[in-house]
């Protein structure tokens, strides 16, 4: 509620300052766009929008008020958010953290937490574990927001790869899929290691593969979540090593 009455605060005050005798007139165009705009976000963030693609904030307050659980969903993830921004992986926090629990998929904060939980299986290559627990989610993805499944769609593609489901991972390989990869690949690593997986296994192009490793290894530091690309660059390592043993073995 901080950052919706923040925005209607600003509109108030800028609203007095414009209907002031002391108000410079030619700054009035730029006084209403900024009470407008900031009336905008207020309803944007401060009325629920369900059936959307992410949960704002009116909603994540209902969900908070509705389940207990939620409460404990949120607080983890401002955990494993401070832990991995200051360089932590996943594997380094506590185990309780991800413990398994009864989730509502409709609550977008429970359902993050089960996936920060296959991400923690993952870092710790507990491959089988991280798939199950990965396909228990997708089969719910009716009843989550659209950039959740996105996110778990991303995920479950490449423990498909690290386990030999070629043909789940090429299902899951869907044009939209690929669009979204490639819109947040320069801001999230782990965006970058799934394409890269992609272009090794599905695409069969192991040389633009190691060019997008070494691309993520040279820009690591330009990603925010410090914690997160050293997981990444770890499990691209498991990945050419993996695949290098599969060579071997045919």
Known sequence: ???????????LLMAWLLLSADWPKE???????FCVVGVAFALLNGIP????????DATNMLLLRRNP???????????????????KRPQELPAEW????????KDSLQTTLRLY????????????EAYRELSDCYAHRDEMLGLLVD??????????????????????????LRKYIGHYRRVMSS?????????????????????????????????????EVAMDLALLEELFRHRKEELRAS
């Open 191 to 227: 965006k970058q290691r799934v394409l890269c997986a992609a272009k090794l296994y599905l695409e069969e192009n192991e040389e633009e593969a190691l060019e997008m490793q070494e691309e993520l290894r040279r820009n690591r530091y330009r990603y925010l979540m410090q914690g």
């Open 69 to 87: 659980l939620s409460k404990r969903a949120l607080m983890i993830q401002l955990r494993v958010n401070a832990a991995i921004q200051e360089g």
């Open 1 to 11: 509620m901080g950052g919706v009455a923040a925005n209607l605060i600003a509109s």
């Open 27 to 33: 700054l009035d165009g730029f006084g209403w766009q």
């Open 98 to 105: 991800f413990a398994p629990f009864d989730t509502d998929f």
């Open 151 to 176: 996110e778990l769609a991303c995920e479950l593609l490449f423990v498909c790869l690290m386990t030999g489901r070629q043909e789940e991972a090429e299902r899951l390989y869907t044009l939209p």
């Open 49 to 56: 929008l369900p059936g959307t693609r992410i949960a704002n």
């Open 117 to 128: 939980r296959a991400t923690w299986m993952m870092d710790g290559f507990q491959w089988e």
